[in-house]
């Protein structure tokens, strides 16, 4: 196995994991997601379990090679529209200056880890152009 198809698969199994799981937690306990969606969200419940049922449709994708790129396509979008939620959440969780140093912290490393997995989605669904084709034989 090359080490592309290496970093593949494990980004592959990584982001189904954390979306299945995220996806669970959306239709198990959506009140905490519910505290971080912007107002301006319609039907915020309705949202929220969609959001769930989006995440493990793309972990589900992921696994299935058939799916793949579609899900990477997906969960790619995915990430890009929650982001103002994650925005909110941050602005909520530290306005005024009084969050807690872990609020801080996780916020400081969650936000710009946005792109990184989105990136991440493309990578595992095979949507970014094949490394492949620069390594050696």
């Not at 872990?102 to 152009?129: E, K, M, N, S, V």
């Amino acid at each position: 196995m090359q080490r592309t198809d290496l970093w593949e698969n494990r980004s592959r199994i990584g982001l189904s994991v954390f979306y299945g799981l995220a996806g669970i937690l959306h239709l198990a306990m959506p009140k905490p997601f519910l505290s971080i969606t912007p107002a301006w969200i319609p039907d915020a419940t309705e949202v929220i379990m969609l959001t769930g049922l989006c995440e493990i449709a793309g972990a589900i994708g992921l696994l299935i090679p058939a799916f793949r790129r579609y899900a990477g396509i997906g969960l790619a979008l995915y990430a890009v529209c929650v982001f103002p939620a994650n925005i909110k959440h941050a602005l909520d969780s530290l306005g005024g200056g009084a969050g807690s140093p872990w609020q801080w912290l996780y916020h400081t490393i969650r936000l710009p880890l946005q792109p990184l997995i989105i990136w991440l989605a493309l990578f595992a669904g095979q949507i970014l152009p094949s490394l492949r084709s620069k390594q050696p034989h």
